[in-house]
């Protein structure tokens, strides 16, 4: 999964990039400064915040790893580390995770999907254990809607794996599963480029496969099983 880290480590270093070139001066001087003033505190010292974060997780180490990754990203949150990239904390709790094998290896639990089923007060309660509690409940909501999207997922591989018995063995049905299990959306030139067929065809093979189509547009139509 060499591809799929480093395009994580790619968004990383994208937002470690962004962080650094808001905190560097502007050419347009005051005028910046008075217009970042009235979105961001410009006392707000996130080096120190970030160093006292990371003394949490180093005493966190010896925890067990989901009960690390919740202190960390309930810290992240308290501590308020970033105030550009509040959501970072959140990826570096699935990227801990990740780290001790807990999650999957090809991507990060999708940690906003389960709390979002979390109610706020929750979340941000003023006892920590309450908070800890909800963020643990977060995340094994993630979990389950993972498992219930793999379900819908094999059952739709299944659907579509039974129209393509009896076919020939040219046939492009079978490569146009695996294209569409691979990808939430597929458009004619994906199609028609991995395929190896004309953009016709690949509309053609589409419609003999069922795909939903996705957009509702008579152009730049794109189809898909999600």
């Known amino acids: 999964m060499d591809s799929e880290f480093a395009a994580i480590d790619a968004v990383l270093a994208r937002s470690n990039a962004a962080i650094e070139q808001a905190r560097r001066p502007s050419r347009s001087g005051a005028r910046d400064v008075d217009s970042k003033a009235l979105v961001y505190d410009l006392d707000w010292d996130e080096d120190a915040r970030l160093e006292e974060w990371r003394d949490v997780v180093r005493q966190a180490h010896d925890l067990p790893p989901v009960l690390a990754a919740i202190v960390a990203l309930d810290a992240w949150n308290e501590l308020s580390v970033s105030q550009h990239a509040p959501w970072l904390g959140r990826l570096l709790a699935a990227t801990m995770l990740r780290q001790?094998?807990?999650?999957?290896?090809?991507?990060?639990?999708?940690?906003?999907?389960?709390?979002?089923?979390?109610?706020?007060?929750?979340?941000?309660h003023r006892d920590r254990d309450t908070r800890l509690l909800a963020i643990a409940q977060g995340l094994l909501a993630a979990g389950e809607i993972g498992l219930k999207e793999h379900d819908r997922l094999a059952l739709a591989r299944t659907m579509m794996e039974r129209k393509i018995v009896g076919r020939r063995t040219s046939s492009k049905l079978p490569e146009l599963v695996e294209l569409v299990m691979a990808k939430p959306l597929v458009s004619s030139a994906m199609v028609a480029e991995t395929l190896g067929v004309t953009q016709q065809a690949a509309r053609r093979i589409v419609v003999e496969l069922g795909l939903r189509e996705m957009t509702g547009r008579g152009r730049f139509r794109a189809w898909g099983i999600l």
């Open 100 to 124: 001790v094998d807990i999650s999957t290896g090809g991507h990060l639990v999708a940690v906003n999907v389960g709390l979002k089923t979390i109610p706020v007060d929750r979340r941000r």
